[in-house]
C-alpha cells in the first residue's frame, strides 16, 4: 500500500475542513491534478534512491511530510491530545522546521480558544504568509501523488547508462525521481522545493526566476566548500543550454542546493532562480545522481500521461531521427535538407543554407554506413511541439575508416509536418 493511503488522505481532507477553513477550500473537492483516479488508487510506497553508498547504522529521522499527515489524521479525529504529543515529536525532530513550530502554535493555541484560520499566532504577516504558502503546497502534494501507472510526458527516451531522471513541478513545487528500468519510468519519491522568487521563464542575470528547459548535472559541490547560505551542498545545472542561449536567454549558477542551517525548508517562492530542497532531501539526491548523465527537467507543470500516449510520442521521436539518419546515409543532399526547417538557426546564428555549407554529411564518400546510439528524446517542458533528440552518431566510411559524433537536434512541429530548427555538435 501507498504511505498515503485513500484512508489518509480522507483523514487529511477531513482535518482541512475541520481546521484550517481557508485553505481547506483551497485543497478540498475535486479531483487529482495528476491524475483523474490519482487520488482514488492505492500504488506501491516509493523505494529509496539506489546509490553505491555504503549503509550506515544511524537511525534515520521520520519523514517530517509523513509526521504532519499523522498530525492531521489525530485533529481529523478530534485527539488533540495525541495530536500534540505527535507535532510535539515533529518539532524535536526537526527543530528548524518553522512550519511544524507554526502548526504547533496552533494546537496549543486549541486548547484555550477556537482557532479560526491557519496560522493563527501573532507574527510578521510576511513570514506568516511564506509558512501559509508553503503548508498549501505541501498538503495539496500530498494529495496529488502520482499515480505509478502514468508518466511525466516530456521524458520520452533515455539512454541505458542514464539510471534516474528529475522531474520539477514549479505549479505543485516538487521535484519528482524516476528510474529508469529498462527502458521505462518507474516512480521512486519526491520531494517539496523552492523556486524563484518570481516564479519561472528566466530570461536573464538576475531575473530572479527558475528556468525552463532540459538540463543535465554538471558538478558536485559540497557543503564544506559554500558559504552555509547554501546547506549540505550544490547540484549545478547547466544552464543556459544551447537552446537558451538561441532563444536569447542569460545568466549562470543556476543550482540544485540545501538550505541555510536555521532553515528546514524555505518558502516555495524564496530563491534568486535555483531549486532548493531541504538538506536532508538534497543529501539523498547527491549520491545518486551522475555527473553529466542525470538529466534535471524542469516544467511549469508536468502532464503525466498514459503508457500508450507515451510510447506515441516517442514513436514520433525514434521516427523522425531514423528517417534522418537514413537520409543522411544516402549521400542526397536534398532528400537530407528536407528535414531542416527554413528557421533554422545554428549555435552561433547561422541561417540554414550558411550553416548547411559548412557541414561535412559524407555526399561525396561511397560506402557510408551510419548508426545512432546513446539516444535520448525530450519533449520540450511546456510544448508538445518541440522534441529534443541527442544522439551519438557513429559513421563508418569504406573499410577502415570511422566517426563518431555526438550531436542534438531540435525538432519542431511546423504544420503537420517536423523540421529540424537547430542542430548542434557537443
Known amino acids: 500500500m501507498s504511505r498515503f493511503s485513500l484512508n489518509t488522505r480522507l483523514c487529511l481532507a477531513a ?228 537552446w537558451d542561449k538561441l532563444n536569447g536567454r542569460s545568466g549562470s549558477g543556476i543550482w540544485l542546493h540545501g538550505t541555510p542551517p536555521d532553515s528546514y525548508s524555505r518558502p516555495p517562492l524564496s530563491s534568486d532562480g535555483c531549486v532548493v530542497l531541504t538538506n536532508s532531501d538534497l543529501n539523498k539526491l547527491y549520491s545518486a545522481v551522475e555527473i553529466g548523465k542525470t538529466p534535471v527537467v524542469i516544467s511549469d507543470h508536468v502532464e503525466f500521461v498514459n503508457r500508450t500516449k507515451w510510447n506515441n510520442d516517442r514513436n514520433i521521436a525514434t521516427r523522425l531521427v531514423d528517417e534522418w539518419r537514413r537520409d543522411l546515409e544516402s549521400m542526397d543532399s536534398k532528400r537530407l535538407m528536407d528535414n531542416y526547417s527554413r528557421q533554422f538557426k545554428s549555435e552561433r546564428g547561422e541561417d540554414l543554407s550558411t550553416w548547411f555549407g559548412k557541414q561535412q554529411f559524407f555526399t561525396t564518400m561511397k560506402n557510408v554506413s551510419i548508426k545512432l546510439r546513446d539516444v535520448t528524446f525530450f519533449l520540450y517542458p511546456g510544448r508538445d511541439d518541440l522534441i529534443v533528440g541527442t544522439f551519438t552518431e557513429d559513421a563508418t566510411i569504406g573499410k577502415n575508416k570511422s566517426l563518431s559524433i555526438r550531436k542534438r537536434q531540435y525538432w519542431a512541429k511546423e504544420g503537420t509536418q517536423w523540421k529540424i530548427v537547430s542542430e548542434s555538435n557537443l
Not at 103 to 127: C, P, W, Y
Not at 173 to 194: A, C, H, K, M, P
Request: glycine share 8%.
Open 15 to 242: 482535518a482541512e475542513r475541520v481546521l484550517f477553513f481557508g485553505l481547506s477550500c483551497l485543497l478540498a473537492g475535486g479531483s487529482s491534478a495528476v491524475s483523474p483516479n490519482a487520488a482514488a488508487k492505492p500504488y506501491s510506497a516509493p523505494a529509496p534512491i539506489a546509490t553505491s553508498v555504503p549503509a550506515t547504522n544511524a537511525p534515520s529521522k521520520p519523514d517530517p511530510e509523513i509526521l504532519l499527515i499523522d498530525v492531521y489524521k489525530e485533529l481529523a479525529a478530534n485527539k488533540l491530545r495525541t495530536a500534540q504529543i505527535k507535532v510535539d515529536a515533529l518539532v524535536e525532530a526537526y527543530p528548524n522546521f518553522r512550519l511544524g513550530h507554526l502548526i504547533r502554535g496552533d494546537l496549543l493555541l486549541m486548547h484555550t480558544q477556537e482557532v479560526k484560520t491557519f496560522g493563527a499566532v501573532k507574527g510578521s504577516e510576511e513570514k506568516l504568509k511564506h509558512l501559509r504558502d508553503e503548508a498549501m503546497v505541501r498538503l495539496k502534494s500530498l494529495r496529488e501523488r502520482p499515480n505509478p501507472d502514468l508518466v511525466p510526458r516530456p521524458i520520452l527516451q533515455l539512454r541505458d547508462d542514464q539510471k534516474h531522471v528529475l522531474v520539477v513541478d514549479a505549479k505543485r513545487s516538487r521535484l519528482y525521481v524516476y528510474e529508469n528500468q529498462n527502458g521505462q519510468l518507474r516512480f521512486v519519491t519526491d520531494y517539496y522545493i523552492s523556486q524563484g522568487k518570481l516564479g519561472i521563464n528566466k530570461l536573464k542575470a538576475g531575473d530572479q526566476r527558475t528556468p525552463i528547459g532540459g538540463y543535465y548535472i554538471t558538478g558536485r559541490l559540497p557543503g564544506t566548500r559554500l558559504p552555509d547560505f547554501y546547506g549540505a551542498g550544490a547540484l549545478p545545472i547547466n544552464y543556459p543550454n544551447e
